[in-house]
């Protein structure tokens, strides 16, 4: 999909790079190609922007074709990373956009200021001067400067207004901003409403002025352009070209994703207003709040997420959060780690800072959004599944594990996986206490009920010390882990991948094996490359990726 996108892009640059070459545009092509090849990009560009992050359109479009391509439905899941590239996009086209109209500006500017009838430029800049229809220079006269252009046309303030709000959304979208002041990559983020309003209206001045068709008749650039001296007088055949701006086509590419965007804000208010009961509240170790939740309505499958509100927080912002529970369970549950002031509020709101039990009344209000599709929902497609969860990223699989358990111990006839690998990689496992409960319980459960090969899972700490590590290895010989209180014992570093593919490729031969990542960008490459090299001898491994 990616490399259509980029030839649709290459095509709509050579495509208008060529259009403005013609006669019609003789006069002003010096630069003209070089502004509107970009012009056409940043519009179709623009036209995609806001489609990836209709997030109740793509959850509706992902359920539509789940049944024909899941394929096509892991594409979708890659919305953000489409939404990055599409922004990239934009920013470098308008850097070349901004660059040839300044080569643009520089030669009507000159054209005005330097008064010679010797001279084509000038003689053009005077056409249109009496009764002001016909011009090309849209600068009209000589006692200007820049900064009064560049401020009273509607062309050069929409552009200075688009390009700020472009450099303020990009660079608070910066993974060190985002990560570490959220809020103002928030409200930075929706300077884009300023940014469509200057968009659509960027071209209602018609600055860009082309030959009509019927001076084209009279006057061909190709045999009259050197006899520009001689223009209209008498014994010439060559009358004074006349000129008409380009209608604005800007607002046809992009008022359908505005429409679009539009209702997809309207279905987040109505959801929004939806009555939401926290029924519990759970303080976890390492300040990780669990809320449990009711309602009317809420349907989920495995590894979903929601957008998370407080009004009593804030009223603009919304969080995604991975759903925690199971479809089984009647009621709906987030972890969420206290790292910033948003999550910080929520926790103070839900009685965190205190230590008696908040009554239900004083609970703050929520709001949901969701759920929303991700790549999580396919586990039950596949007979052998790989789950690989970094840090935080193994939030989704605590929904999966769940439900795995919940429809063996109802004797579900219908459970296709028949095995899960689990991998959970993470710096220190005392910020997820939760999940290491959750793998106890299930581990328990599971030997009760003569499962104990159903699920294989592999604890790595990835950050350690050798001091711990002695002390670990000195109790190595204890039935449960000394971290983690699970029999499988605490692995240190990282996983082998290489071998960890190939005993699994072994055990499984003939079968399609779904590896599931929740995880950084960096481990997502290393396992989609070995996904790739083990797929051989009948075994097939397939990649899934996790947005959150």
């Known amino acids: ?37 970009p012009a056409a990009c940043l519009n179709f560009n623009c036209m995609l922007i806001l489609l990836p992050v209709c997030r109740n359109l793509l959850s509706f479009l992902r ?19 489409f939404h990055k590239l599409v922004a990239y996009m934009i920013a470098f086209h308008t850097a070349v956009h901004i660059i040839a109209h300044l080569f643009n500006f520089e030669w009507f500017m000159g054209a005005q200021l330097y008064r010679n009838s010797s001279s084509l430029p000038f003689v053009l800049s005077q056409i249109g001067t009496g009764d002001n229809a016909s011009y090309l220079n849209p600068i009209r006269t000589d006692q200007t400067n820049p900064t009064i252009v560049m401020f009273t046309t509607i062309a050069g303030l929409t ?34 409403i300023i940014f469509f309003i200057g968009l659509v209206f960027h071209g209602f001045g018609r600055i860009v002025r ?19 001296e001689s223009w209209g007088k008498n014994g010439t055949f060559c009358p004074k070209p006349e000129f008409a701006g380009n209608p604005p086509m800007t607002w046809k590419w992009v008022v359908g ?15 929004s207003q939806q009555k939401v009961v926290i029924t519990k509240v759970v303080m976890h170790p390492s300040k990780t709040l669990e809320l ?16 998370m509100q407080c009004p009593c927080v804030s009223q603009l912002e919304w969080h995604p959060f991975t759903l925690t529970s199971a479809p089984e369970e009647d009621h709906f549950s987030v972890h969420i780690r206290i790292v910033g002031d948003w999550t910080q509020g929520l926790y103070e709101a839900c009685g965190g800072d205190k230590n008696e039990t908040q009554e239900a009344w004083k609970l703050p209000k929520m709001a949901i959004d ?85 699920l294989s899972y592999n604890i790595y700490l990835t950050r350690w010390k050798e001091t711990e590590a002695a002390h670990f290895r000195v109790h190595h010989e204890a039935e449960n882990d000394p971290i983690t209180g699970l029999k499988q014992k605490t692995l240190y570093g990282k996983p082998n991948w290489d071998n960890e593919f190939t005993t699994i490729g072994t055990k499984h031969p003939e079968k399609k094996v779904g590896v599931f990542l929740c995880g950084p960008t960096q481990l997502a490459d290393v ?9 051989e001898a009948g075994v097939k491994f397939i990649f899934n990726k996790e947005n959150f």
């Open 1 to 37: 999909s990616n490399l259509v996108w980029l030839g649709i892009n290459a095509y709509l640059f050579v495509q208008f790079y060529m259009n403005f070459l013609t006669e019609r545009w003789f006069y002003t092509r010096d630069a003209l190609s070089w502004a509107r090849a």
């Open 63 to 81: 359920g539509s074709i789940q049944c024909c391509s899941r394929t096509a439905a892991r594409q979708l899941d890659r919305n953000i990373t």
């Open 159 to 192: 552009g200075v207004v688009i390009t700020l709000a472009l450099i303020l959304i990009i660079t608070s979208s910066m993974e060190v901003i985002r990560r570490s002041y959220f809020e103002v990559f928030w409200y930075t983020h929706h300077l884009f």
């Open 210 to 228: 082309g030959q009509t068709a019927t001076s084209l008749l009279e006057n061909k650039p190709s045999q009259c352009a050197d006899q520009f």
């Open 257 to 271: 994703p505005m429409i679009l965007y539009v209702c997809e804000r309207l279905v987040r208010f109505y959801r």
């Open 292 to 307: 449990q939740m009711k309602r009317k309505g809420f349907r989920m499958e495995v590894g979903q997420y929601v957008f």
């Open 370 to 454: 969701g759920p929303f599709g991700t790549a999580s929902e396919d586990v039950f497609g596949y007979e052998v599944v790989m789950l690989v969860g970094a840090g935080i990223g193994v939030t989704p699989f605590a929904s999966v594990l769940k439900s795995v358990w919940y429809k063996h111990i109802q004797e579900n006839q219908n459970v296709f996986t028949k095995k899960i690998y689990f991998y959970w990689l993470c710096p220190e496992t005392q910020a997820f206490e939760w999940f290491a409960d959750l793998l106890q319980s299930l581990e328990g459960q599971m030997t009760e009920k003569g499962m104990v090969d159903f």
């Open 527 to 535: 396992l989609e490359k070995q996904c790739l090299s083990h797929s």
